[in-house]
């Protein structure tokens, strides 16, 4: 490793180190709970669930095989795109898919505090053990928890779990912040 190389990873070390320290809340969470700027889109668990039994392409951030992806994702954020240009539903892809990013961005994976871990798939899916949280943990009715959104409620799982005593099994929401202001391609 060059001279050059540990003093970057030493800057890294402190800015992650103060980034723990901050007064401030996690920039990402504080962004999440913000008031929503006007004309801006959101990932419910409903909107999430109705993407997901259409399988649309938009959840694994990939581009639309087909004009209808497109157009089934775009009545799923209650937009259409009757009349658009290719450029301007080209736009609208990018902010449903942004939209999608930044909601998934909020989960945080979490380890059990007796360490124990739930290794494999078990065939639930993400979206079912979040909505069931929401519900049976946080006593949210069913039909405001599928009105959610889908970043506050990863947030909320993760709170509710590091009150628990669990701990975070990857970066934290700072840590995240800190890596995201040095540009680390990994984490933004």
Known sequence: ????????????GNELATAQQSPWEP???????ATPQSGTIALTMQWWIDLEAMRSPLLRLETPAQVEDLERAARVFALSLDGMSPEDAAHVWRAM???VTEAFALAMPMQRPDGASRA???????WLPLL????VEC???PMTARK???DHAFALLAACRRN???ECAAASYAQRDALNETGDPKHS
């Not at 920039?27 to 709970?33: K, M, N, Q, S």
């Not at 494999?120 to 993400?126: K, P, T």
Request: charged letters at 25%; a negative charge; proline letters at 0%.
């Open 27 to 33: 920039l990402c969470v504080a962004r999440a709970f």
């Open 132 to 135: 069931a949280f929401l519900i």
């Open 148 to 150: 959610m959104r889908v």
């Open 139 to 141: 006593g949210i009715d």
């Open 164 to 166: 628990q005593g669990w």
């Open 120 to 126: 494999g798939q078990d065939g639930f899916g993400a």
């Open 97 to 99: 898919r942004r939209t």
């Open 1 to 12: 490793m060059t001279t050059e190389e540990e003093n970057a990873l030493r800057e890294l």
